[in-house]
């Protein structure tokens, strides 16, 4: 197993003091560091416990991501700009006609996720599969049964550190048939640390002296051409070499930060058919000429979104939007969620960013538009009157096509299959706006769906049989009286009249 | 009205069209609210499929007959900005073609004046809802006109017509086979008095042709569509009316229950012995439904066809398990062929009190839904059910005054049937 453990210090911070890094023999002493995280594991499908190598020996591609929705705050990204809507996405392509069952009850049996068949429960892009869970909580539900999976019930110190990457901001998953490695990625995006002054006080130590661990503590290296970044700082291979090494790296990146933020609500009242409204603060301004900014949004049951109307350009104007370019996934316009087997779908939209900024000059109000969405009806419940439904802040970035594409082999962070690249052409940077938390902790936004209070189900049942006998007799006891001719009396009076 | 001429009647009503057309075309290329029926899109994109020697039943929620997409085919012309609105113009000329058809049977068939069919048409002609109905594109027009068509042409004695008709009709939309048994008994030759010749004599050669016709005419369209569309057709067409479980809120009062039996159940902590009934009530809706719209209804068909079709259609409705406003223009197109009979217009508070309450009654449950769609308020009980449940038995009762004046009109109209 390789571990790769980066710090990324942000320039408005101390840079790391000569103390804060104390390199040994055999161990890396950091104190008071105050960095974003990333700590990457690769293994060889070799190294993998058994039941994973079930999972992944079926697929030819598969990549489990989690993103728990978390202001990322103000701070300097540098490569770790992608983020995803909160929750777990899973994307995978199957090994030859693999149905990959493994990987279905992998996710049912250690994260609760119902999958009956992967045909059922993932919705199909072609030859991909994606499954999407609303729930920030995946994360450590999958991790607790697999600490026990690897570690064994005993073990401690092993499970604490597989349960630790519950704390991540962003846990991705990749295994590569080709490569035949996993590779695990976690971000600790807040720098928030283990300390109680939110900086990182750890002793990095490989477990056996095979291991290798790579850490690097680096920060901005200062301007660098466009799509790309420059890092300086320091590297050390523990347990090989004595001291660190200062480096230097400029390396092309597909992702980028940007300043903007966005917030989004459902405007309320919210009913059977609500409106999710993002607000942009854009500033008039985009990255280049020929981007075109974007919102990639997962929505999962019980919202849906009536694809027609979506394809209905006027009234999508209306909504900020320029076109709605992707919808995938299950939009059944009449079915209850208790009928669905799917997660829901996806909608990536292309906003009206010519509209706003026409209006900028004048206005220099921030930019808005509008996911009109529906809601499906949900189960009875005996001491419910409504079920919270929630739906997670789309992903919103510039997609700026590139002539002078860089091949991102050379980016040692570069992340690909988010869900929404592959919807633009290879040569494309993206620059990604900044969810900004208001009142939630989440990037999520929830609303109340009135659902029928079952409590009273023997009223229902026998109040609609009662309406529907007395109305029948009614009918029935007319037809009667009229056929024996009990109605006759006014024929005279009807005779007249003609 | 008193002077006016037929022609002027039927171009008022164009007129009426015309600009209601107009507005719409209007308002859909200024308003995000669009005047055109989301049902019109689906016919359109069904019929742009049918233009690329597709399948209409690629559109979701297409579940109708190939045929009223082939119809629409014009829709597809270019340009666009003409052809689009062909389908609605097609709507509004049905309607027409079927107010036009009112007066014939009033005048021919009933031997009213000229004057009083008018009248009595412009209740479907001049109506401003019929007019939007069909301008917005909805289809429930066109199936106006086949249903006067049907009456005419069985008044008019006309038989392979009628029988051609009717199997067209229920093709097009299921329900009009409620009519087949009022016809066939209205059919009866005269002179039959007693229960046993109406017996022995039943099988008479019009019935015959009828039946023959009908069955034909419906078996040969679902022959070539299956041939054309396949297993798609008799799911979309046919089979989803019959298994649909319309679980949605709408005008029938089974809507709750349905809600309720088709939902899973969580039982109640405090009383888990509860269960909902096995017995589903809701799988047998369609007993008191058919027994009184398609059995019983029938036998007064021969006393007066088209109140007792209004009759067998208002009851259809009533007592269906899924209930939406489109479904009221079933009824209101043999309004006008009924209302000459009622006592709601002979007695006309009694007339005021059922069209106040058909409507007072349709607006409490309006409010009720516009709470739960719009405003997110949970009116599933008891407003919306008992709301629902209120429209129906307001249509009960209505229904009970239709059956009571076709029952008083026996004796003049069979004595009119029989010296013919």
């Known amino acids: 197993m390789k571990r790769r453990i980066t710090f990324l210090v942000s320039p408005q911070e101390n840079e790391a003091s000569e103390d804060a890094l104390h390199l040994t023999?055999?161990?890396?002493?950091?104190?008071?560091?105050?960095?974003?995280?990333?700590?990457?594991?690769?293994?060889?499908?070799?190294?993998?416990?058994?039941?994973?190598?079930?999972?992944?020996?079926?697929?030819?591609?598969?990549?489990?991501?989690?993103?728990?929705?978390?202001?990322?705050?103000?701070?300097?990204?540098?490569?770790?700009?992608?983020?995803?809507?909160?929750?777990?996405?899973?994307?995978?392509?199957?090994?030859?006609?693999?149905?990959?069952?493994?990987?279905?009850?992998f996710i049912s049996k250690y994260a609760d996720i119902p999958c009956s068949s992967i045909e059922a429960a993932f919705i199909t892009r072609g030859r991909l599969k994606q499954l999407y869970v609303p729930d920030t909580a995946a994360l450590s539900n999958?991790?607790?049964?697999?600490?026990?999976?690897?570690?064994?019930?005993?073990?401690?110190?092993?499970?604490?550190?597989?349960?630790?990457?519950?704390?991540?901001?962003?846990?991705?998953?990749?295994?590569?048939?080709?490569?035949?490695?996993?590779?695990?990625?976690?971000?600790?995006?807040?720098?928030?640390?283990?300390?109680?002054?939110?900086?990182?006080?750890?002793?990095?130590k490989p477990d056996t002296p095979a291991d290798k661990i790579e850490v690097g503590v680096l920060t901005s290296g200062g301007k660098s051409p466009e799509d790309e970044i420059t890092l300086r700082g320091k590297l050390a291979n523990v347990g090989q070499d004595n001291e660190l090494t200062p480096v230097r790296v400029s390396f092309p990146s597909r992702h980028h930060s940007r300043q903007n933020i966005y917030t989004a609500d459902f405007n309320r009242p919210t009913g059977l058919h609500p409106k999710l409204e993002v607000t942009l603060a854009?500033?008039?301004?985009?990255?280049?000429?020929?981007?075109?900014?974007?919102?990639?949004?997962?929505?999962?049951?019980?919202?849906?979104?009536?694809?027609?109307?979506?394809?209905?350009?006027?009234?999508?104007?209306?909504?900020?939007?320029?076109?709605?370019?992707?919808?995938?996934?299950?939009?059944?316009?009449?079915?209850?969620?208790?009928?669905?087997?799917?997660?829901?779908?996806?909608?990536?939209?292309?906003?009206?960013?010519?509209?706003?900024?026409?209006?900028?000059?004048?206005?220099?109000?921030?930019?808005?538009?509008?996911?009109?969405?529906?809601?499906?009806?949900?189960?009875?419940?005996?001491?419910?009157?409504?079920?919270?439904?929630?739906?997670?802040?789309?992903?919103?970035?510039?997609?700026?096509?590139?002539?002078?594409?860089?091949?991102?082999?050379?980016?040692p962070f570069d992340r690909r299959m988010l869900g929404y690249e592959e919807y633009f052409s290879e040569e494309t940077y993206f620059h990604h706006l900044t969810p900004k938390l208001i009142n939630s902790t989440n990037s999520i936004s929830s609303l109340e769906v009135p659902i029928l209070n079952s409590v009273d189900s023997q009223s229902i049942e026998w109040g609609t049989m009662g309406v529907i006998v007395i109305g029948f007799l009614w009918v029935f006891g007319t037809i009667v009286a009229s056929f024996l001719g009990f109605g006759g009396k006014k024929v005279g009076e009807h005779q007249k009249k003609e | 009205?008193?002077?006016?001429?037929?022609?002027?009647?039927?171009?008022?009503?164009?007129?009426?069209?015309?600009?209601?057309?107009?507005?719409?075309?209007?308002?859909?290329?200024?308003?995000?609210?669009?005047?055109?029926?989301?049902?019109?899109?689906?016919?359109?994109?069904?019929?742009?499929?049918?233009?690329?020697?597709?399948?209409p039943y690629l559109r979701a929620t297409y579940r109708y007959t190939p045929l009223l997409s082939w119809l629409l085919l014009p829709t597809t012309f270019h340009p666009q900005s003409l052809w689009f609105s062909f389908g609605k113009v097609l709507f509004a000329v049905g309607d027409i073609l079927a107010g036009y058809l009112i007066i014939q049977v009033l005048r021919q068939s009933h031997g009213f004046t000229a004057t009083k069919?008018?009248?009595?048409?412009?209740?479907?002609?001049?109506?401003?809802?019929?007019?939007?109905?069909?301008?917005?594109?909805?289809?429930?027009?066109?199936?106006?006109?086949?249903?006067?068509?049907?009456?005419?042409?069985?008044?008019?004695?006309?038989?392979?017509?009628?029988?051609?008709?009717?199997?067209?009709?229920?093709?097009?939309?299921?329900?009009?086979?409620?009519?087949?048994?009022?016809?066939?008994?209205?059919m009866e030759p005269p002179g039959q008095r007693d229960i046993m010749a109406k017996i022995k004599g039943f099988v008479t050669k019009d019935r015959t042709v009828f039946t023959f016709t009908a069955l034909t005419t419906f078996m040969a369209l679902n022959a070539v569509m299956y041939a054309i569309y396949g297993h798609p057709f008799i799911v979309h067409t046919f089979l989803h009316h019959l298994t649909r479980l319309d679980h949605r809120h709408n005008f029938s009062p089974y809507n709750t229950l349905l809600y309720l039996k088709s939902s899973p159940f969580t039982p109640d902590p405090y009383y888990p012995a509860i269960q909902p009934s096995s017995?589903?009530?809701?799988?047998?809706?369609?007993?008191?439904?058919?027994?009184?719209?398609?059995?019983?209804?029938?036998?007064?068909?021969?006393?007066?066809?088209?109140?007792t079709m209004f009759a067998q259609t208002f009851a259809f409705v009533t007592f269906n398990k899924v209930v939406t406003s489109q479904y009221f223009m079933w009824y209101i197109v043999l309004l006008p062929v009924y209302l000459p009979y009622s006592s709601l217009l002979k007695s006309p508070i009694r007339g005021v009190v059922a069209l106040v309450m058909w409507v007072v009654t349709q607006g409490l449950w309006l409010g009720q839904a516009y709470q739960l769609e719009f405003e997110g308020g949970n009116t599933f009980w008891p407003g919306l059910w008992a709301a629902a449940a209120g429209f129906f038995l307001v249509n009960c009762w209505i229904l009970g005054v239709v059956v009571g004046d076709i029952g008083r009109v026996e004796k003049e109209e069979e004595e009119k049937k029989v010296y013919k």
């Open chain 1, 142 to 204: 999958i991790l607790k049964p697999l600490a026990n999976k690897i570690c064994g019930p005993s073990k401690k110190v092993c499970k604490d550190k597989v349960l630790a990457l519950s704390t991540a901001t962003s846990v991705d998953l990749r295994y590569d048939a080709t490569t035949k490695s996993l590779e695990v990625n976690a971000i600790w995006a807040t720098s928030n640390g283990n300390a109680k002054d939110g900086a990182w006080d750890i002793l990095v």
């Open chain 2, 1 to 55: 009205m008193a002077t006016i001429s037929v022609t002027t009647l039927l171009l008022l009503s164009s007129l009426l069209r015309a600009v209601f057309l107009l507005y719409g075309l209007y308002q859909d290329a200024t308003s995000v609210f669009k005047y055109t029926d989301i049902d019109y899109l689906v016919f359109t994109d069904a019929a742009r499929y049918v233009s690329t020697a597709s399948s």
């Open chain 2, 279 to 307: 017995l589903s009530i809701e799988r047998l809706a369609f007993i008191p439904q058919i027994l009184i719209s398609a059995v019983l209804l029938p036998l007064f068909a021969k006393r007066n066809l088209s109140a």
């Open chain 2, 117 to 186: 069919s008018m009248k009595y048409a412009s209740l479907w002609l001049l109506n401003p809802m019929v007019a939007t109905i069909s301008t917005r594109g909805s289809s429930e027009g066109l199936l106006g006109v086949i249903v006067i068509a049907l009456l005419w042409a069985v008044e008019k004695k006309r038989v392979v017509v009628s029988g051609a008709i009717l199997g067209f009709a229920v093709h097009f939309k299921i329900y009009p086979f409620i009519y087949a048994p009022s016809i066939l008994l209205w």
């Open chain 1, 25 to 105: 023999k055999d161990s890396l002493e950091i104190r008071g560091l105050k960095a974003i995280r990333e700590d990457r594991f690769t293994l060889t499908f070799e190294e993998l416990p058994q039941f994973a190598k079930d999972v992944v020996k079926q697929t030819q591609e598969l990549h489990i991501r989690f993103d728990n929705g978390k202001d990322y705050e103000d701070k300097w990204k540098g490569p770790f700009a992608s983020r995803l809507p909160l929750g777990a996405h899973i994307f995978a392509t199957p090994l030859r006609e693999s149905k990959m069952a493994n990987l279905c009850s």
């Open chain 1, 282 to 411: 854009l500033g008039g301004n985009s990255p280049a000429d020929g981007c075109t900014l974007n919102a990639y949004f997962t929505v999962p049951q019980p919202f849906f979104v009536d694809p027609y109307q979506l394809e209905d350009d006027k009234l999508m104007k209306s909504y900020g939007i320029n076109k709605v370019k992707v919808v995938e996934g299950e939009t059944d316009l009449e079915a209850p969620t208790w009928a669905m087997s799917k997660w829901g779908a996806l909608v990536l939209a292309e906003l009206d960013i010519e509209q706003y900024l026409s209006t900028w000059e004048k206005k220099r109000s921030p930019m808005e538009f509008t996911l009109p969405l529906h809601i499906r009806y949900m189960p009875t419940h005996p001491e419910k009157h409504s079920e919270t439904a929630t739906l997670p802040w789309p992903v919103v970035f510039w997609a700026c096509p590139s002539e002078q594409w860089s091949k991102m082999s050379t980016n």
